[in-house]
């Protein structure tokens, strides 16, 4: 079945430190790819997504790669800031046609400190 | 639009007890998603309605669960009788068929604490 891996968290980082949030996937088609964002006591949110290999999607200083070669969509981002704390999920929906409900990564925490 | 409405926002109960948990999802979407997370199982999905019709409901544990869709604003989540292991944070999330199942509005979540 589809599944995601992420990088098993937490992640403590310096301000304006280079965030890397490793996701990689198993999917029988070619699914759509996402990141959603978890901040303390709120439901999830999109971040970004992509839909087909090659695309980058972006949002609010965060990027990632649709790669097919590597089935990976890791998160990036230059410069990170103590209001990017939050839980990070990587999701994928099987399906150039999007209405398939979305499987999620377990989630990568994110604490940045100043 | 005030985005996806849930309630109660936080539940404590014992074990044995109905538990209701209530949604109520953006007007005109027509995709609605119970989720549940928890630390060692992540985000699940329980079960997804398209047009006030379930479509999955491979992810409900078991009978003890189960979920309604009356009308298209409204939707609950019933666990009878709850255990102490289906203590969680469950989400209701809806989403517009037009522009893609996948991109979900989450609501606040429910947090369900069975003594």
């Known amino acids: 079945g589809n599944s995601v891996t992420q990088m098993e968290g937490p992640v403590t980082l310096s301000e304006e430190a280079f965030l890397t949030i490793n996701c990689t996937y198993t999917?029988?088609?070619?699914?759509?790819l996402f990141w959603y964002v978890q901040y303390p006591g709120e439901g999830l949110q999109l971040l970004l997504k992509a839909t087909k290999a090659d695309d980058k999607g972006s949002n609010k200083g965060f990027e990632a790669t649709y790669r097919k070669e590597t089935t990976s969509f890791h998160l990036e981002k230059g410069s990170v800031q103590v209001s990017d704390s939050a839980v990070y999920f990587c999701a994928l929906s099987d399906g150039p046609g999007g209405n398939t409900p979305l499987v999620f990564g377990k989630g990568t925490r994110l604490s940045v400190i100043a | 639009d005030a985005g996806v409405i849930q309630s109660p926002r936080h539940e404590v109960t014992e074990m044995g007890q109905e538990v209701t948990l209530r949604c109520k999802p953006i007007s005109g979407h027509d995709y609605l998603f119970w989720y549940r997370q928890t630390m060692m199982r992540g985000l699940e999905l329980l079960i997804y309605f398209n047009n006030n019709v379930p479509i999955d409901d491979s992810g409900m544990p078991e009978d003890r669960f189960s979920a309604k869709m009356p009308n298209a604003s409204f939707s609950t989540l019933k666990i009878q009788p709850s255990e102490p292991r289906d203590s969680a944070v469950y989400f209701c999330?809806?989403?517009?068929?037009?522009?893609?199942?996948?991109?979900?509005?989450f609501g606040a979540g429910s947090r369900l604490t069975v003594l």
């Open positions: 999330a809806s989403s517009s068929g037009l522009s893609g199942a996948n991109v979900l509005t």
């Open positions: 999917a029988t088609g070619y699914p759509s």
